[in-house]
């Protein structure tokens, strides 16, 4: 079965400081790796999106994938209040109508 | 870009009624759309997958017969939620993708009540 994990949290960091949150999967085969932010009632939005190995920057996020570790990150820099949500990893191997396998998801609480 | 439309947003009616839920890709063909359903503070889960032009497939648990979904178009499907009972009060999230490796868009969500 493919698995998808992430420790649910809460993670709390004080408002400015760098957020990590992690994720790992079972599956050699998976080629996409996808971040998505879920705010309490509202659907996911998707951040980042990375298909190889290394570090991938946009604004205040970076997401890290290490493919031989099956692991993949998420880096927020100076957090903010506003980017306390549910942040979701999910996982998919390439191909057509592959679906997609959620983790569960990591709570990131910034205090301000 | 890659904006995806459901509605409506919010659904309230009587047990024993249908309930069909749109989902539209606005500014993208869709390849597959998925129906998530999500219960409060748990985390999503997968409904069924579905292909335009094709039948849907449906995960382990979720009753066909019960959650109908149409893919007829590249950019319109549809979850109708058959003879709906309090239990199946949830959040319905539909996401739409354009291709294989393409990350999966997300609706606003159905909020369905059932009295």
């Known amino acids: 079965q493919k698995e998808v994990e992430q420790n649910s949290g809460p993670l709390s960091v004080p408002e400015g400081a760098i957020a990590s949150l992690n994720c790992t999967y079972s599956?050699?085969?998976?080629?996409?790796f996808f971040w998505y932010r879920q705010y309490s009632g509202k659907s996911p939005e998707l951040i980042m999106f990375?298909?190889?190995?290394g570090d991938k920057e946009d604004g205040r996020f970076t997401a890290q994938l290490n493919k031989a570790s099956q692991y993949v990150s998420l880096l927020i820099r100076d957090s903010q209040p506003s980017d306390s949500a549910t942040y979701l990893c999910?996982?998919?191997?390439?191909?057509?109508?592959?679906?997609?396998?959620f983790g569960t998801g990591t709570k990131l609480q910034v205090i301000p | 870009g890659a904006v995806v439309s459901q509605h409506p947003s919010w659904v309230i009616c009587k047990s024993g009624t249908s309930v069909k839920i749109e989902c539209r890709s606005l500014?993208?063909?869709?390849?597959?759309m998925f129906w998530y359903r999500q219960f409060p503070k748990q985390s999503l889960m997968l409904m069924a997958t579905?292909?335009?032009?094709?039948?849907?497939?449906?995960e382990q648990g979720v009753e066909k017969d019960k959650f109908l979904i149409n893919h007829a178009s590249l950019t319109l499907s549809t979850l109708t939620v058959t003879s709906a009972h309090p239990e199946d009060s949830s959040f319905y999230i539909c996401?739409?993708?354009?291709?294989?490796?393409?990350?999966?868009?997300f609706g606003d969500g159905t909020r369905l009540s059932i009295l």
């Open positions: 999910a996982v998919a191997p390439i191909g057509g109508y592959q679906k997609v396998t």
């Open positions: 500014d993208f063909q869709a390849t597959t």
């Open positions: 579905s292909n335009e032009g094709s039948k849907a497939t449906y």
């Open positions: 599956d050699r085969g998976s080629q996409s």
């Open positions: 990375i298909y190889s190995n």
């Open positions: 996401s739409a993708r354009e291709s294989g490796n393409q990350p999966q868009h």
